[in-house]
């Protein structure tokens, strides 16, 4: 069974400085993949950035880059430069993948870390 | 595109009382996957199809009843709603094969008394 734990329940971050947001993770599956969501207080979520279990390099997207750590199983979120608009709930998922890197949809949440971005 | 739509936004419900939770995308989507989230937690998933005619469970199907005649639509059905069923519930899809992320729609929130 796949297992992703998010240690910090909340982070504070002054504007225009980086955060980084913790994600481990258990799997037993060879193949996998890495998804970071933003759920502002709206309520949708959104996608910002993913990583694959083969993937050579860490994935970027703008300011968001996500840390692959493989043999420590973690795969943590660093935002660079923050917005007052980055405050929001963050939450860390993965899914189990065949080694072509498709899916059957399923996605494991952590429990989330809620972001605050001061002025 | 509309992308993932769900209605309706807010339900109350009484205890016992059954409803379908609407959940449509127009992508082509093959996967489609219902989740709830209650207060301080991620998502769980309910059920999730991988294509018309298929689906399957998840990690917390017990109360609800899902069905896939078209690849657009993916209705969750509460059979008999239970306070423990209070919740968002998140309809989402993906295409495969390939490493996109799913899409979420807005969500629908449900009160049970």
């Known amino acids: 069974a796949q297992k992703i734990t998010q240690t910090q329940p909340g982070m504070f971050v002054q504007e225009k400085e980086a955060v980084t947001l913790d994600c481990t993770y258990d799997t037993s599956d060879p193949s996998y993949g890495l998804f970071w969501y933003k759920q502002p207080s709206s309520g949708e979520m959104i996608f910002l950035i993913y990583q694959g279990s083969y993937d050579q390099q860490n994935a970027t997207e703008g300011r968001y880059s996500l840390n692959f750590q493989k043999a420590r199983k973690s795969a943590n979120l660093v935002i660079s430069a923050s917005q007052l608009g980055d405050s929001a709930m963050y939450f860390c998922a993965m899914r189990e993948e065949n080694a072509g890197g498709t899916s059957y949809g399923k996605l494991t949440f952590g429990q989330g870390t809620i972001l605050t971005v001061h002025p | 595109n509309a992308g993932v739509t769900q209605t309706p936004k807010f339900q109350v419900l009484k205890t016992g009382q059954s409803m379908t939770l609407q959940c449509a995308q127009d992508?082509?989507?093959?996967?489609m996957s219902w989740y709830r989230q209650d207060p301080g937690m991620g998502l769980r998933l309910i059920h999730y199809?991988?294509?018309?005619?298929?689906?399957d469970q998840g990690e917390v199907p017990n109360g609800y009843n899902v069905s896939r005649s078209t690849t657009e639509d993916f209705p969750l059905r509460l059979l008999s709603a239970a306070p423990s069923q209070t919740s968002v519930y998140f309809c989402?899809?993906?295409?495969?094969?390939?490493?996109?992320?799913?899409?979420f729609g807005p969500g629908t929130r449900l009160l049970v008394l």
């Open positions: 199809s991988v294509g018309a005619g298929i689906t």
């Open positions: 989402a899809s993906s295409y495969s094969p390939g490493r996109e992320t799913q899409y």
């Open positions: 992508m082509n989507h093959e996967y």
